[in-house]
């Protein structure tokens, strides 16, 4: 399994931007469908965004659409979640996900088979 770092969180105020980072080893991401979930305070942890191992296919959720952007760097074997801006209800701890068993994207959690350590993402003036 591909084992992925995460980095990037942090505290910034509404409307700054933040990029997260999820650095992989053990296998080229290129070759994963990526996800990225996020999980706020009391809530269960939902699906922001998805790239495609296939197809180059991009799904974003409807509240991030238009404000965060998802995209590979091969040549590092890393991808990216670049969130313009924030809103406080973006504050949540992000979580990038890789798995082979969903090609054209998936937004259930248990399709995912290798997991980051999550990172905190406080959205605050």
């Known amino acids: 399994q591909v084992h992925l770092v995460e980095s990037g969180g942090g505290l910034v105020q509404p409307g700054g931007s933040l990029r997260l980072s999820c650095a992989g080893s053990g296998g080229s991401l290129d070759d994963y469908t990526i996800g990225w979930f996020r999980q706020a305070p009391g809530m269960e942890r939902a699906m922001a965004s998805c790239?495609?191992?296939?197809?180059?296919?991009?799904y974003y959720e409807d509240s991030v659409k238009g404000r965060f952007t998802a995209y590979r760097d091969d040549a590092k074997n890393t991808v990216h979640l670049q969130m313009n801006d924030l809103k406080p209800e973006d504050t949540a701890v992000y979580y990038c996900?890789?798995?082979?068993?969903?090609?054209?994207?998936?937004?259930?959690?248990?399709?995912?088979?290798?997991w980051g350590q999550g990172t905190q993402v406080t959205v605050s003036s």
């Open positions: 790239m495609a191992s296939e197809l180059g296919g991009i």
């Open positions: 996900a890789a798995t082979r068993l969903a090609p054209l994207c998936s937004t259930q959690e248990t399709d995912f088979t290798s």
